[in-house]
T-cell receptor, first 116, second 111 residues
Framework: DTGVSQDPRHKITKRGQNVTFRCDPI?????LYWYRQTLGQGPEFLTY????????KSRLLSDRFSAERPKGSFSTLEIQRTEQGDSAMYLC??????????????FGPGTRLTVL | TQLLEQSPQFLSIQEGENLTVYCNSS?????LQWYRQEPGEGPVLLVT?????EVKKLKRLTFQFGDARKDSSLHITAAQPGDTGLYLC???????????FGGGTRLMVKP
């Protein structure tokens, strides 16, 4: 396993711009999750996919946030019209999707977003 | 909404000391996980506890899941500078599709 990878690792943007982050899960992992982590806090769940289906998106922070996983492999998270409050670390995780309470989520290194 | 509270938020100790971190909730979780996170990196799983009353040991780290599966603790014996980091507990919901994280305990072990 090469691990979960995220790109870019850092993104600085100006308020009002759109940004897109990419996540490549561990190969053969069916589930992919997005979390947001603000400074000094634990990660906060945003959304997750089972293969290409987005099964939970009610936790996305606003309609400016959207995520896709078109072919059931990599995923993108887009934030439109960024605001300073969007500055945070955006974490991606993947898991096998086993029907088990021990289905382990493996996290990527995150993308740190700074909105000026 | 399921919430997890961790205490203490910050802990600074000398090398060789023992410490305990607590993770408490009013909700029942199907399982609870402990992660360690270093600056600029994603969380790395340390352990998963599933059964109420379960105790797991990982070298100098001892994890316990409360009998009612609402709380957990992490005890570190003879802490070392390499233990420095952010320790996060996370509870899994019954559907198994979401982790709820605590706010974390930032540990610093001074040589």
């Amino acid at each position: 396993d090469t691990g979960v990878s995220q790109d870019p690792r850092h993104k600085i943007t100006k308020r009002g711009q759109n940004v897109t982050f990419r996540c490549d899960p561990i190969s053969e992992h069916n589930r992919l999750y997005w979390y947001r982590q603000t400074l000094g806090q634990g990660p906060e769940f945003l959304t997750y996919f089972q293969n290409e289906a987005q099964l939970e998106k009610s936790r996305l922070l606003s309609d400016r946030f959207s995520a896709e996983r078109p072919k059931g492999s990599f995923s993108t998270l887009e934030i439109q019209r960024t605001e300073q409050g969007d500055s945070a670390m955006y974490l991606c995780a993947s898991s096998r999707g086993l029907a088990s309470i021990t289905d382990t989520q493996y996290f990527g290194p995150g993308t740190r977003l700074t909105v000026l | 909404t399921q919430l997890l509270e961790q205490s203490p938020q910050f802990l600074s100790i000398q090398e060789g000391e023992n410490l305990t971190v607590y993770c408490n909730s009013s909700s029942v979780f199907s399982s609870l996980q402990w992660y360690r996170q270093e600056p600029g990196e994603g969380p790395v799983l340390l352990v998963t506890v599933v059964t109420g009353g379960e105790v797991k040991k990982l070298k100098r780290l001892t994890f316990q899941f409360g009998d009612a599966r609402k709380d957990s603790s992490l005890h570190i014996t003879a802490a070392q500078p390499g233990d420095t980091g952010l320790y996060l507990c996370a509870g899994r919901n019954n559907a198994g599709n979401m982790l709820t994280f605590g706010g974390g305990t930032r540990l610093m072990v001074k040589p």
